[in-house]
């Protein structure tokens, strides 16, 4: 059955796993809290993203770096100049809105991002304000950064920006991490942290926040070996659709292909581009994210950030507000590199046999939210007859399993503290002795809890426990001293 945006969001409070910051104040737009179970999941999502992408590979080095950084990293970006939205006033009751947005939401197709496009757009729509129906001013420029003052003094002088991507601190490391790696080619760098965009409007519950957390590699390669990665086998068989920007101008659908086909077919800038948009689409497939509800849908011209030659998103399919981005895969370039070398006059580059090489970067970006909200959109389950349950991946679930007496005292009690001691060694688990077995049962498929373990008349028998599966509520019987190499046998085989 599908669920509605209200479903989901009254869920996310219900079981502690998100509600929006400082509620007892009205709340503050764009800025969310996690609670007990939220914070599991995330930081089991996050964790499995560092071992895909970090630790399970021996290219790619791991960073955590400071939020604040010198400002002049921002100047010689670009961010300070050219890191906007473009948005429009209402010329009555002076709301602001961001004019690609507007439009959309009205389902009036963009394949224009400038200024005069949108302005054009928005006339021949007579696009009005949502709010008091006024009339729109002309687009102009809206930067995103964030700004905080360091010092005692607070002017001009002393303004630092909270960081809106954590892909400069790997740009200006960039010399450490070439003897890190070794003076070799390609290496990639990983970091994720929390970042700040100062969003127009944020909405779409976590869709668009202003703090979030981003979690992003910058994969540096030999522009003189773009077209050569050896690890192109493992993704070049994945079938999705892709969406190019000829065929978005066209008005056409987009096209189900190969990676490899559409690799062939020269729609990525290079073999390094599309190996890492096809790692990217294993990655959402592993935790849980069916590739029917993926797409890869390709950046206009007019749309492209200002330092990307090329970029793709990937983009989910929420049922309840259609096809959204939840990764960015851009081809940087040297752009980075060449701007820091200049305003730093540092060099950044690799010496590789007798060249010395400024390398291109290819750079996979993941918002942690987006990711977190199409994992729970596409694990919320409700069947027939009104049950609900989150069907994670155990990698994924706050807790593999719930430890439940059958009956709310002893002996039952102590028999589940002593199967509930055994089982926190191994696993995330918690006892529940609240409520009717059945209530219990359905709190823990609410949160996405991978195995119900109950104890029974028979267990004070024959100290046996059932295994109860969330997704099928089938049972098993075993004996208490298995539990746990069972319990690892079923994560193991999980599919
Ligand atoms: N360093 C590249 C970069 O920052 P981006 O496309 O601006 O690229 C990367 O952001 C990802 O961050 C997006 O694909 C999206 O998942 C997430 N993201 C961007 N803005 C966001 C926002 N306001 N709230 C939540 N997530 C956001």
């Known amino acids: 059955m599908t669920i509605t945006l209200e479903e989901l969001v009254s869920l996310c409070k219900r079981r502690g796993i998100i509600f929006p910051s400082s509620e007892i104040y009205g709340g503050f737009a764009g800025f969310f809290d996690y609670g007990p179970v939220g914070v599991e999941i995330r930081k089991n999502l996050l964790d499995w993203w560092w071992d895909f992408f970090v630790r399970q590979r021996d290219d790619v080095l791991g960073l955590y770096p400071a939020i604040i950084m010198n400002p002049r990293v921002w100047i010689a970006s670009g961010h300070v100049e050219r890191f906007i939205d473009w948005i429009v006033e209402c010329k009555n009751c002076h709301g602001l809105y961001r004019a690609d947005e507007l439009l959309e939401e009205k389902g009036i197709k963009i394949t224009d991002y400038s200024p005069e496009a949108l302005s ?17 001013s002309e687009p102009r420029k809206f930067n995103l950064m964030m700004e905080t003052y360091i010092g005692p003094i607070k002017d001009e002088t002393s303004i630092a920006y909270l960081r809106p991507e954590t892909a400069q601190a790997m740009f200006v490391n960039f010399k450490l991490y070439v003897t890190y790696a070794r003076n070799r080619l390609p290496f990639g760098i990983a970091a994720f942290g929390k970042v700040f965009r100062n969003e127009i409007s944020p909405r779409g519950f976590i869709f668009r926040c202003r703090e979030f957390e981003i979690a992003e590699i910058e994969y540096f390669i030999d522009p003189e070996r773009a077209n050569d990665c050896p690890y192109f086998h493992e993704v070049d068989k994945i079938i999705v659709k892709i969406w190019t920007k000829e065929t978005q101008k066209k008005g056409e659908e987009p096209k189900e292909m190969s990676i490899g086909d559409a690799y062939n077919d020269g729609v990525f800038s290079n073999m390094w581009h599309a190996y890492w948009v096809g790692k990217s689409l294993e990655w959402f497939s592993q935790i849980g994210i069916s590739l029917e509800h993926l797409r890869v849908r390709e950046h206009l011209e007019t749309e492209l950030a200002h330092y990307a030659l090329q970029t793709f998103d990937i983009e989910y399919y929420f049922p309840f507000m259609g096809w959204k981005e939840i990764e960015g895969i851009a081809n940087r370039t040297d752009y980075d590199l060449k701007h820091h070398m200049k305003f730093s006059k540092e060099k950044l580059y690799v010496p590789l046999s007798g060249r010395k090489v400024i390398p291109h970067c290819i750079e996979p970006s993941w918002g942690v939210e987006r990711t977190f909200f199409a994992v729970i959109t596409e694990a919320y389950t409700k069947t027939s007859d009104g049950r609900v349950f989150l069907k994670l991946h155990p990698k994924l679930a706050p807790y593999i399993a719930g430890v439940y007496p059958l009956l709310s005292r002893e002996p039952f009690i102590t028999k589940a503290r002593e199967v509930h001691k055994l089982l926190k060694k191994k696993f995330t688990c918690y006892l529940d002795v609240s409520g009717s077995i059945g209530r219990r049962y359905a709190r823990a498929d609410e949160i996405g809890v991978s195995f119900g373990i109950t104890i029974d008349h028979q ?19 075993v004996k208490i001293s298995d539990l746990v190499k069972t319990i690892e046998e079923l994560i193991e085989k999980w599919e």
């Not at 757009?121 to 006024?134: A, D, F, T, Y």
């Not at 267990?459 to 969330?470: G, M, S």
Request: charged letters at 40%.
């Open 120 to 136: 054009k757009l928005i006339k021949e729509h007579n696009v009005r304000c949502p709010s008091c129906g006024g009339e729109l």
């Open 459 to 477: 267990t004070l028998e024959d100290d046996t426990v059932t295994i109860r599966f969330r997704d099928t509520r089938e049972q098993i019987r």
